[in-house]
């Protein structure tokens, strides 16, 4: 089996994994306090990086790193496992698993558009018609109104996509940061313990100790912990040496799907017929602005 196929079902086959242990979340915080379920969460995401990076892979965590480079870490750090990782399960409390899964799915049209503006990559025009098609797939799925705390939701979940879309646009200047001398999994280690520790310490202070958690709770932190943070990280940092870009965001976008048909059994969640079209015009518009940046790699 070639490498590029080889990444793509890993890929596909964490987005299964990702996409049911953020279910069992959903369920779980019925029970479980959201701020709990962050911090839980990230100490388990840390201590598997750290057993994989030392202990697998036999790499160190103290390796001679640029200034500049520092900076871009501790913003990687910052956004994507302290700012991201709090309001995403904030409003994973607050909205449907569905509707929290196909607003992320957004993080690819604000990239592009944070690009342009911070980047100076000006998109072409296909990719300004698929951001616009996903647009009206935004209206077609929210078409009655959201009030209460499902706009608190959106809302959050909003800065989750915009605080990931510049994660990615800091990822992009540390891959042009040439000679930083980190591998992937050095890069993702670093990151989870640079945003993680400071949300640990705050639930240690204002969180500790925590009420009782029933065992399958436990169960499901620590798979979300470990899966949805430890391993997702792991998995792209792996298959992004054999995929491009588009390729990891389109096989990405089957999360919706799976999250879908794993909240029907699970949480009695049901999409609707505006629902279901919303999602398939976001499907069409982000495959549309992921075929131009094909076309431009090439």
Not at 29 to 41: D, H, K
Not at 175 to 188: N, V
């Amino acid at each position: 089996m070639k490498q590029r196929t080889q990444a793509s079902l890993k890929l596909l086959i964490a987005m299964v994994a990702i996409s049911f242990v953020i279910t069992l979340a959903k369920k779980s915080l019925a029970e479980v306090p959201f701020y709990t379920f962050v911090w839980l969460q990230m100490v388990f995401a840390i201590v598997a990086m750290l057993i994989y990076l030392l202990f697998v892979r036999k790499e160190s965590l103290f390796v001679s790193i640029k200034p500049k480079v520092w900076l871009i870490l501790i913003g990687i750090g910052l956004l994507n496992y302290c700012a991201v990782r709090f309001f995403f399960i904030f409003s994973l409390d607050l909205l449907p698993v569905t509707t929290h899964a196909y607003l992320m799915n957004f993080v690819g049209i604000v990239t592009m558009f944070l690009s342009a503006i911070l980047l100076k990559e000006k998109p072409k025009l296909l990719q300004i018609l698929g951001a616009l098609i996903a647009v009206v797939g935004l209206w077609v799925f929210f078409y009655e109104k959201p009030k209460g705390g499902e706009l608190i939701g959106i809302i959050s979940v909003s800065f989750a996509v915009i605080c990931l879309a510049l994660t990615n646009i800091l990822i992009r200047n540390l891959q042009l940061a040439k000679q930083h001398g980190l591998s992937h999994h050095q890069i993702a280690t670093l990151s989870v313990c640079i945003g993680g520790v400071p949300l640990i310490i705050l639930g240690l202070v204002i969180d500790f100790p925590v009420n009782p958690i029933s065992n399958q709770d436990w169960l499901v932190i620590i798979l979300n912990g470990v899966i949805a943070n430890a391993l997702a990280m792991t998995v792209f940092s792996q298959v992004m040496q054999y995929l491009k870009a588009y390729e990891a965001s389109i096989i990405a976008m089957s999360g919706i799907i799976f999250t879908a048909l794993f909240a029907m059994p699970l949480l009695n969640d049901y999409l609707n017929q505006l629902e279901l079209l919303g999602i398939a015009f976001m499907i069409v518009g982000i495959g549309l602005v992921q075929y131009q940046y094909r076309r431009l790699a090439n």
